[in-house]
């Protein structure tokens, strides 16, 4: 399972997957090592959705507050020029 921990899905894989872990921890059928294992896995893709997140809010920002222009540039390549 270490393998499926290292692979970052896209954001709408790692929610249905994050549904799919609830899902199987609510049925309450797992050992306590699975429940961690998956409790581990939706942890770590929590937080990739929200880095996910950010980094989507960071670019729609630039995108809105580059001189009232609809240009959009790269987070963190604003200040370049």
């Keep these: 399972m270490s393998k499926k921990i290292d692979k970052l899905p896209t ?6 997957e994050i549904t799919q872990l609830i899902e199987k921890m ?21 937080k990739h959705c929200q880095k996910l997140l950010t980094d989507a809010e ?4 630039v ?9 959009l540039t790269n987070y963190g390549e604003e200040n370049e020029e």
């Design 26 to 46: 609510e049925r309450g059928e797992l050992t306590l090592e699975q429940s961690l294992t998956d409790f581990e896995r939706g942890v770590t893709l929590v």
């Design 11 to 16: 954001l709408e894989e790692s929610m249905n």
């Design 58 to 61: 960071q670019k729609v920002q």
């Design 63 to 71: 995108l809105t507050q580059q001189n009232g222009q609809a240009t």
